[in-house]
């Protein structure tokens, strides 16, 4: 196939690819502070979470508490400071807000 006889039309106005770098990766937003507790903690003890949001900082704060070695490991559930419903963290990642 000669040169001549290929497409180079773009879809684009201006091809963006030939501009430079292109910036694909997002910046993290700005960082809050969450006092998170676990609902079936004893001694009540309150730990303090920075995260973007409520979600990462559920998901971080139950990242230290499970124990990696272990072979199954159980939801956690947590009351965040000045949220109204408790959340149920799953060792996939998922969290689910408790209407209860």
């Not at 009540?44 to 998901?59: G, H, I, L, P, Y």
């Not at 990696?68 to 419903?85: P, Q, S």
């Amino acid at each position: 196939m000669s040169h001549s006889s290929r497409d180079n039309s773009s879809p684009y106005v201006a091809t963006p690819h030939h501009h430079g770098p292109q910036r694909k990766v997002s910046f993290a937003g700005p960082l809050h502070e969450y006092v998170i507790r676990e609902m079936g903690d004893s001694t009540d003890s309150n730990k303090t979470v920075q995260a973007e949001n409520v979600t990462q900082a559920v998901r971080k704060y139950a990242r230290s508490k499970w124990d990696r070695k272990a072979a199954f490991l159980l939801d956690v559930y947590v009351k965040v400071e000045g949220e109204r419903y408790v959340r149920c963290v799953e060792p996939s990642g998922r969290v689910e807000v408790m209407r209860w």
